[in-house]
C-alpha cells in the first residue's frame, strides 16, 4: 500500500523584541519575500490566523499586543510548536538600552511602555519594563538579532538568506522608453538621454514608423555612436544592477529618453530590455509614449517582445534595405 505523501507545512514566523530594535525592517524584509504579514494582531486571534491559508505567515507580536502578557506569549508558542500542519520559528529583535534610547531620541517616537505625564515612565524606564516583559520570549527565540551596530542592508540579507522562498523572484528591472518634453517617469531610478543620436523624426517615410520597425532600427544604428552607447550603458548596468539586488532593491526602473519618445528610444529600451533579459533578469518593458497612444492590443510592452528584440533587429539588413528607399 502506498501511503499518501505528508503535506506541506505552513511557515510561520512570529516577531518580536524590544521597540525600536527593527521589528518593523524585519517585517517588511519578510513581505517582499512574499510571505503574508500582519502586525500586532491579538494573541487571541493568531492561533486562527495560522491555520487560514497556507502562503508563508510573518506575524509581529510585542508589548503593544492587545492582551500581551509574556507567559500568555509564551504558552500560544508552545502550542502552535506542537501543532503538525505549521513550521514556527521566533525572531526576537533587540539592541543596546543606549542605542534604543538614542534612537527614540532622534525619532521624538512613544515608548508603548513610557506613556509620560506626571505618573508615566520615562523612555529609559520603559525600555527596561519591555525587556523584563520579553526576557522569556528573547530565551525561547530561534533567532536572535542584536542590530545596535547592524546597518539596515545587512539586516536584510539576514532575514534573506535565513528565511528566503525557494523560487520566490529576485530583483525586477522595468525598462521604459518615454519623451523629456512630457515629463521625466517619477518612478524612474536611472535615466538615459537618447537625443545625442540623429532623429528619424526628420525622414518624412520614418516619421509615422516606431523604433521597432526595421527601417527606423536600420536608420537609428547607422548613426556611429548608437553602438558605442549601448555598449557602454550594458556594461555599467553589468556590475551595477547586483549591487542594487544586493543592498535589497525590489524593483528597478532604467528611463531612456529621447524627443517624441517614438524612434530612439523606443529602440533603445528594446535593445536593452532583451540583453537584460538574455542575462537573467526578470524584466518588464514598457513604452510610455506609444502606450499612450495606441488602441488595446497594438503594443506589446512585455518580456515576450523584449525577447524577441534581439532575434527581430538581427535582420537588420532587410531594415537597411527599406531604408536605402525612403533616405
Given at each position: ?187 524612474a531610478d536611472l535615466v538615459f538621454d537618447l537625443r545625442f543620436l540623429r532623429n528619424p523624426h526628420y525622414v518624412d517615410a520614418l ?20 553602438a558605442p552607447f549601448m555598449r557602454c550603458m550594458t556594461d555599467m548596468l553589468g556590475p551595477l544592477l547586483p549591487r542594487y539586488a ?82
Amino acid at each position: 500500500m502506498i501511503e499518501a505523501a505528508e503535506a506541506p507545512r505552513r511557515q510561520v514566523v512570529l516577531v518580536t523584541g524590544l521597540s525600536g530594535a527593527g521589528k518593523a525592517s524585519i517585517l517588511r524584509v519578510l513581505e517582499d519575500l512574499g510571505y503574508e504579514t500582519v502586525d500586532n494582531p491579538p494573541l487571541s486571534v493568531i492561533e486562527a490566523v495560522v491555520g487560514d491559508g497556507d502562503q508563508p505567515l510573518a506575524a509581529g507580536v510585542d508589548s503593544r499586543t492587545r492582551d500581551f502578557d509574556g507567559p500568555a506569549a509564551i504558552r500560544l508558542l508552545e502550542r502552535l510548536r506542537l501543532r503538525p500542519d505549521i513550521q514556527v520559528t521566533l525572531v526576537f529583535a533587540t539592541a543596546e538600552a543606549d542605542v534604543l534610547l538614542r534612537r527614540f531620541t532622534e525619532t521624538r517616537r512613544r515608548h508603548p511602555l513610557a506613556p509620560g505625564g506626571p505618573l508615566g515612565y520615562s523612555v529609559a524606564e520603559g525600555i527596561a519594563r519591555e525587556a523584563a516583559l520579553l526576557a522569556r520570549l528573547r530565551a525561547a527565540a530561534d533567532m536572535v538579532v542584536d542590530t545596535s551596530d547592524l546597518p539596515l542592508p545587512e539586516l536584510r540579507r539576514m532575514i534573506e538568506r535565513r528565511f528566503g522562498i525557494e523560487g520566490a523572484p529576485g530583483m525586477g528591472v522595468s525598462v521604459l522608453s518615454f519623451a523629456f518634453p512630457k515629463g521625466l517617469p517619477r518612478e524612474a531610478d536611472l535615466v538615459f538621454d537618447l537625443r545625442f543620436l540623429r532623429n528619424p523624426h526628420y525622414v518624412d517615410a520614418l516619421r509615422p514608423l516606431t523604433g521597432r520597425d526595421p527601417a527606423v532600427a536600420a536608420y537609428i544604428e547607422a548613426d556611429a555612436d548608437f553602438a558605442p552607447f549601448m555598449r557602454c550603458m550594458t556594461d555599467m548596468l553589468g556590475p551595477l544592477l547586483p549591487r542594487y539586488a544586493q543592498e535589497g532593491k525590489k524593483y528597478l526602473t532604467i528611463a531612456l529618453g529621447c524627443t517624441g519618445g517614438k524612434h530612439r528610444s523606443v529602440l533603445a529600451a528594446e535593445r536593452l530590455a532583451h540583453h537584460l533579459h538574455t542575462n537573467g533578469w526578470r524584466v518588464e518593458l514598457h513604452h510610455r509614449e506609444l502606450t499612450a497612444g495606441a488602441t488595446p492590443g497594438t503594443q506589446r510592452d512585455d518580456v515576450a517582445a523584449a525577447s524577441q528584440a534581439g532575434s527581430r533587429f538581427a535582420g537588420r539588413d532587410a531594415g537597411r534595405e527599406a531604408l536605402t528607399q525612403v533616405s
